[in-house]
C-alpha cells in the first residue's frame, strides 16, 4: 500500500489546516457580535418585489440564459476535445487531423467568446433598464412624503439609497444572478463529464470537496463580518463629510480644522483597518482554495503520470494521457465555480441588503394624501377659514391650541407674536405641508383635505423662510420648469416686485448663473427672487413667511414697496418682522404659545393697548434711537 503513502499525506496536511479552522471558527462564535446582515423583511418577499422589476425584462434574461449555456458547453467539452488531441498525438500522428481539431476547439473558443460578449451587453442594457426604474420610482415616492416624514431621514441616507443602494441591485442583474446560475450549471456539468469518463478519479476529486466547503463556510461568516465592519465604516465616513463640508465654513470661522480633522482621522483609519480586515479574509480565503485544487492536481499527477506515456490502471479504470489531460482542466473548472459561489452568494446578501433599504423607503406610506373623492378646484377665491385647529408636530406636545380666524376673499392677514408661537406653522399647515389632527380647515368654504393636494398648492404661492434657490439661472429658479410663460412675462414679475433693480445690473440678465442654493445673492436678493417666482405662477392666495435676515436698508425698502403691492393680488397671509409692513394688513393676528391673543386692525389693536399696542411702542422707540432722536420721556 506504499504507493498511497503521499497520498494520506497530502490528506494529513489538509486535516490539520482544517483543524485550525475549526478552532478559529468556535473562537468567532463565542465572541457573540451581531454577524450578518440584521433583516426584517423575508429573503422571499425581497425576492418577490424584486421580481417584478425584473419581469418586463423576461426576454432578455431568458436570451442570456440559452446564450449561457453555449458558454457552459464550452466549458464541459473543451477539456475533452483537448484530451482528445493528446491522445491523437500520441496514437497515430497525423498533421491534418491535429489540425482539424484544432480548428475545432478554436472554433468552439470563439463562439463562447462572442457569447460572453453578448451576454454581457444584454445583461448590462436589462440591469440598467431595471435600476433606472427602481431609482426613478424611488425618487417619485421620496416626491410624495410629507415634510414630517422627509425630517426624519437625513438627506445623506436618501443619497446613498437612490445610489449605492440601486447600485448593489444593478450588481445583482447584470453580474450575480447569471454567473450564479452558470456556475451551478458548470459545476453540475463538469461532474457529469467527470463521472463518464473516469469514477475512480472522479472520487478522488471529491474527496476535497468536504474541505471547500468547510472553508467556505468558515468564510462566509469571517467575510460577513468583515464586510459589515467595512459598510457601518463608510457610511459613518459618509455621513461625517456630508456634514462637515456643508458647515466648512462654520468650521473655518471658529479655527475648528485642527480638531476635526483629528475626529475625520479616526474615521479615516477606522474605515482603512476594516478593508484590511476585508482583504485579509480574502487573502487567506483564496490560497487555501488554490492550496485545494493544486493538492487535487498533485493527486492526479501522482496517480495518473504515468498514464501520459503508457495507459496505467487505477483501481481497475483505464488512465491514458488524454484523460489527465481533460481531469486536469476539469478539477480547475470545478474549483473556480465553487470559490465563486462562495464568493458571489456573500455579494447577493449584499444585494438583498439593499434592496430591503430601497423597499423599506418604499413601504413609507406618504401621509399626506389625496383622499379617495378629493376634487380638483379650478378657481379659487380665496377665503380662508381656521376652525378650532389643534395642531402637533409630536404628540402630545401642542403648538397650536385651537386657533380660529377668518380671511375674506383678497383681504391680508398678518401673524405677529414671539418666536415659536406658531407663525410659521399656521402658514405650513394651510397647503397641508402637515395635516391637522383636530378641527378644521376650509378654503372657499371647503375642508382642505376634501381637495386634491396638487390642486390646492397650483393656487397657493408660498414663499417660506429660508428661500431656496437651486443651480441653474435666475430664470430657471423663477420659473421652476413651468412651461409657457416667456421671457416678458418673467421680467414683469421681477419688475413688480422690484427685482428688476438688481437683475437688470447682473451681466447676464435672466440667463446669469445661480450656483448652489444660490450663494451668490445676497439674502434679500433671493427674497426678491423668491416673490417674483411666487407672483409668475398667479396664485390666489399668497403665503409669506418673511426672513428675518439682516436686509440692508435699499433692499428693505424694495422689499416692503413689493409686499404692499402683492397685498393687491389676492389673498395674503403673512408673517412680517417690520410693523411698518403689517399696518396696511386687514387683519392682525397676535400668537402666543400658539393660541390666539389679539386679532383686529392696526388702529384697533392699538386703541385695545394690549400686547401689540406694547410690541409696537417697543418697535417704534428702537427705530427711533437708531435714527439718533431721543427717547420720548
Ligand atoms: N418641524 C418641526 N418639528 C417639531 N417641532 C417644530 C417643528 N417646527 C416647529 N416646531 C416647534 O413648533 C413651535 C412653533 O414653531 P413656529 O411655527 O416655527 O414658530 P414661529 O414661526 O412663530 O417662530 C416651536 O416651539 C417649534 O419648536
Ligand atoms: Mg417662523
Redesign the pocket.
Known amino acids: 500500500m506504499h504507493e498511497f503513502f503521499p497520498l494520506i499525506l497530502v490528506g494529513g496536511v489538509l486535516g490539520f489546516v482544517s483543524l485550525i479552522f475549526i478552532i478559529a471558527y468556535m473562537t468567532i462564535r463565542k465572541q457573540k457580535e451581531a454577524i450578518g446582515f440584521d433583516r426584517n423583511m423575508k429573503d422571499s418577499e425581497i425576492t418577490r418585489r424584486l421580481l417584478v422589476y425584473a419581469k418586463p425584462h423576461i426576454g432578455s434574461f431568458a436570451l442570456v440564459l440559452l446564450i449561457m449555456m453555449f458558454s457552459v458547453a464550452y466549458d464541459i467539452v473543451s477539456p475533452i476535445l483537448m484530451g482528445h488531441i493528446i491522445e491523437v498525438i500520441k496514437a497515430d500522428f497525423e498533421m491534418s487531423y491535429l489540425l482539424a481539431m484544432v480548428a475545432v476547439y478554436g472554433g468552439i473558443l470563439v463562439v463562447s467568446l462572442i457569447c460572453t460578449y453578448f451576454q454581457a451587453i444584454i445583461l448590462q442594457r436589462t440591469g440598467q433598464k431595471i435600476v433606472s426604474r427602481i431609482r426613478e420610482d424611488l425618487f417619485v415616492h421620496i416626491e410624495k412624503l410629507s415634510h414630517n416624514q422627509l425630517?426624519g431621514i437625513p438627506v445623506g441616507k436618501l443619497v446613498t439609497r437612490v445610489t449605492n443602494d440601486t447600485g448593489a441591485i444593478s450588481m445583482m442583474f447584470t453580474n450575480l444572478i447569471v454567473n450564479l446560475i452558470k456556475n451551478c450549471f458548470v459545476i453540475i456539468g463538469v461532474l457529469t463529464a467527470m463521472l463518464c469518463l473516469n469514477y475512480m478519479l472522479t472520487f478522488m476529486v471529491l474527496c476535497f470537496v468536504p474541505f471547500i466547503v468547510l472553508f467556505t463556510m468558515i468564510f462566509r461568516k469571517f467575510s460577513r463580518k468583515a464586510y459589515r465592519r467595512v459598510k457601518d465604516g463608510t457610511t459613518d465616513i459618509n455621513t461625517f463629510l456630508s456634514e462637515n463640508l456643508s458647515g466648512m465654513k462654520i468650521i473655518q470661522i471658529f479655527n475648528r480644522e485642527a480638531g476635526k480633522k483629528d475626529e475625520f482621522d479616526k474615521k479615516n483609519i477606522e474605515l482603512g483597518r476594516a478593508k484590511r480586515g476585508e482583504m485579509l479574509v480574502f487573502s487567506i480565503f483564496r490560497p487555501l482554495v488554490y492550496m485545494l485544487y493544486v493538492s487535487s492536481v498533485l493527486c492526479l499527477l501522482y496517480l495518473a503520470a504515468r498514464g501520459v506515456i503508457k495507459d496505467v490502471e487505477f483501481l481497475g479504470q483505464t488512465i491514458t494521457g488524454g484523460l489527465v489531460v481533460t481531469f486536469y482542466s476539469y478539477i480547475n473548472k470545478f474549483f473556480n465555480p465553487i470559490q465563486n459561489l462562495a464568493e458571489q452568494f456573500n455579494w447577493l446578501q449584499s444585494a438583498y441588503a439593499s434592496a430591503e433599504k430601497i423597499f423599506t423607503i418604499f413601504d413609507m406610506v406618504p401621509e399626506v394624501q389625496d383622499a379617495p373623492d378629493a376634487v380638483e378646484l379650478d378657481e379659487v377665491k380665496g377665503e380662508i377659514e381656521f376652525r378650532d385647529v389643534w395642531f402637533a408636530?409630536?404628540e402630545g406636545e401642542w403648538?397650536l391650541k385651537g386657533v380660529s380666524f377668518h380671511v375674506n376673499a383678497g383681504d391680508t392677514v398678518a401673524f405677529v407674536?414671539a418666536?415659536?408661537?406658531?407663525?410659521?406653522?399656521i402658514l405650513s399647515l394651510l397647503c397641508r405641508n402637515w395635516d391637522i389632527q383636530k378641527g378644521q380647515i376650509l378654503v372657499d368654504g371647503r375642508d382642505i383635505r376634501t381637495i386634491k393636494i396638487s390642486s390646492l398648492r397650483r393656487h397657493f404661492g408660498q414663499m417660506l423662510q429660508d428661500v431656496f434657490l437651486f443651480a441653474g439661472t435666475i430664470r430657471s429658479n423663477i420659473l421652476l420648469g413651468a412651461e409657457g410663460i416667456d421671457d416678458e412675462a418673467v421680467m414683469d414679475a421681477c419688475r413688480y416686485v422690484n427685482a428688476n433693480h438688481f437683475i437688470d445690473k447682473l451681466p447676464a440678465g435672466l440667463d446669469e448663473e445661480v450656483r448652489d442654493r444660490g450663494n451668490n445673492f445676497s439674502a434679500g436678493q433671493r427674497q426678491l427672487l423668491s416673490f417674483a417666482r411666487t407672483i409668475v405662477h398667479k396664485p390666489s392666495v399668497m403665503i409669506l413667511d418673511e426672513a428675518t435676515a439682516n436686509i440692508d436698508t435699499e433692499t428693505e425698502l424694495l422689499i416692503q414697496d413689493s409686499l404692499e403691492k402683492m397685498m393687491n393680488i389676492g389673498t395674503m397671509l403673512m408673517?412680517a418682522h417690520r410693523l411698518s409692513t403689517i399696518q396696511h394688513a386687514d387683519k392682525i393676528i397676535y400668537?402666543s404659545h400658539g393660541e390666539i391673543q389679539e386679532e383686529g386692525t392696526h388702529a384697533e389693536l392699538l386703541a385695545m393697548k394690549g400686547r401689540y399696542y406694547a410690541l409696537y411702542s417697543m418697535q417704534f422707540e428702537k427705530e427711533r434711537l437708531a435714527k439718533g432722536e431721543h427717547p420720548v420721556a
Do not use: I
Not at 418666536?419 to 406653522?425: D, E, F, I, V
Open positions: 425630517n408636530y409630536k403648538v407674536g418666536t415659536g408661537s406658531g407663525k410659521t406653522t408673517v400668537l
